[in-house]
């Protein structure tokens, strides 16, 4: 499930593993890893909010808005304030349950 969601948002925003990496400070293959499911999503999870943040930023585009939008909170308009989305996406890649389509 996070590896869909992580690649979901990678590919909304035209990431790749390396800018991603380098942001996080973790391995271009760890990165890969996590996003093709191979790795779990360690418990600690201490990248997973610097992660949200670089997504909301990343989310500029109105194709781009509307996209996280229909995913991530169906129904609901796309935050501008990106403390907002970052948290909608944080929520997003740590399973929350909160109504999400299939991506």
Not at 21 to 40: A, C, N, Q
Not at 71 to 91: M, Q, S, T
Request: hydrophobic share 40%.
């Amino acid at each position: 499930m996070f590896a869909q969601r992580l690649d979901f948002l990678m590919r909304l925003t035209n990431t790749k593993s390396s800018s991603l990496g380098r942001v996080l400070y973790l391995d271009i293959s760890t990165i890969s890893r996590l996003r093709s499911g191979k790795r779990e999503l360690p418990k600690g999870q201490d990248f997973i909010k610097a992660m949200s943040l670089y997504f909301a930023g990343k989310i500029k585009e109105d194709h781009q808005r509307k996209g996280a939008a229909a995913v991530i909170c169906p129904g609901k308009e796309w935050p501008l304030e990106p403390g907002r989305a970052a948290e909608l996406i944080h929520d997003f890649l740590v399973g929350n349950p909160q109504p999400a389509k299939e991506i």
